[in-house]
């Protein structure tokens, strides 16, 4: 395995302990009242807000421009979580509630840095400085950033440490989104491009640090790579344009409206189009991959000679002591599932950014205008 940064984690690590006496003096101005917004702000910045937002606005007005901009803000999302997961995973810091805080929330992952933090400033912050030029929107955004990075050390899962290290690389991500996101987009459309970026996950993937103790990251960031993957693919044979004969948005909105049962039972079909997908790639088969590795020799075999080839290239985890690796289950369980991951995320955004809605334009044809 490779290693990397290791005398950097040192001083990242006495920093983060340093900083935790903070988070212990603002829990001790804890009040119902505080508890209750910290708690909503925590879990409405959460990635899972965003894999329900983004793809309710394609579902909800299917119009090529509206499903463009989901996918620019869905590669600011997925570049925000590599580069926070693969640094999660590499220094592999525990969080602060470790210290005895208050922690309502527990998380599965390593704390620094704070991808809620990043999420916050870079997504936020590309709708409201690359798509609007509003002064409210940014003042709004100011305010939502702020409040995030508290909820996350006042909620006892992050240090100050983190979200410091999550504003640096939320800033400087939505910096380059910014002023590159149309080169990104048009990069991304490009179907000569394709097999190189389907390689570059390979090796992202490849040199994801993998911890000893199991933690769900490789997992999440083999469905981010997969996401994106299945976006470029759209974008590079233009599949996002199934009509541009749409009713205009206000007309739309009356219209829908006018018959909000049917269109909640279209959402519904096609929501769970997409999610049966996703968790029987994503989550059900590589169980079952795991049981035929406890009764299968050959399944067993192929998949540790794939660990062993993998793990010459891998960045070390930080956390672990590389003397003391070896192939047992936690690592053929990482392997097992990174593909199925990666497909399942491909699965998964390829139905929300075209046969999702291709089913509501199926199923509501009036919303189409005559040519």
């Known amino acids: 395995m490779i290693v990397i940064c290791a005398e950097l984690r ?9 900083t935790i006496p903070f988070v212990a003096s603002l829990q001790k101005k804890r009040n119902w009242i505080t508890d209750c917004f910290y708690l909503f702000i925590t879990l409405v910045a959460g990635t899972g807000i965003y894999a329900a937002v983004l793809p309710t606005i394609i ?3 299917p119009h090529p421009d509206y499903v463009m901009t989901v996918i620019a803000i869905t590669f600011t999302c997925c570049f925000n979580i590599l580069v926070g997961n693969f640094i999660k995973n590499l220094f592999g810091l525990p969080r602060p509630y470790g210290e005895g805080l208050w922690a309502p929330v527990p ?3 390593f704390g620094f840095p704070s991808t809620h933090t990043i999420n916050a400033i870079a997504n936020t912050g590309f709708v409201v400085f690359a798509l609007t030029d509003s002064i409210q929107y ?5 305010i939502y950033v702020v409040c995030v990075s508290f909820s996350r050390m006042y909620m006892g899962v992050h ?13 400087i991500h939505l910096i380059f989104m ?4 149309q080169t990104v987009m048009y990069i991304h459309s490009l179907p000569l491009m394709l097999p190189i970026f389907f390689m570059i996950h390979v090796v992202i993937l490849i040199l994801m640090p993998r911890c000893k103790e199991y933690n769900p990251t490789p997992r999440r960031t083999a469905m981010i790579c997969g996401c994106v993957f299945a976006a470029s693919v759209v974008m590079s044979f233009d599949m996002q344009t199934l009509t541009t004969h749409i009713l205009p948005m206000k007309e739309y909105i009356i219209y829908q409206i006018h018959r909000l049962p049917k269109f909640i039972f ?11 997908l996703f968790g029987t790639i994503g989550f059900i088969l590589p169980n079952i991959i795991m049981k035929l590795v406890e009764k299968s020799a050959k399944i067993n075999n192929l998949l540790r000679r794939i660990e062993q080839f993998c793990c010459k290239y891998r960045i070390h985890c930080l956390k672990d002591n590389i003397n003391e690796y070896e192939c047992d289950k936690t690592m053929l369980k990482y392997t097992a599932e990174i593909p ?4 399942s995320g491909f699965v998964g955004g390829f139905c929300v950014v075209y046969v999702a809605p291709k089913v509501i334009l199926a199923m509501n044809p009036e919303m189409i205008l005559p040519n």
């Open 10 to 18: 040192k001083i990242i690590a006495q920093f983060v302990h340093n």
């Open 59 to 61: 579902l909800f007005y």
């Open 107 to 109: 998380e599965k992952d």
């Open 138 to 142: 940014r003042i709004i955004f100011i």
């Open 159 to 171: 240090s100050p440490a983190d979200v410091c290290c999550g504003m640096l690389f939320g800033f």
């Open 178 to 181: 910014v002023n590159f996101y």
């Open 266 to 276: 279209e959402y519904i079909v096609a929501i769970s189009i997409c999610l049966s």
């Open 340 to 343: 199925l991951a990666y497909f």
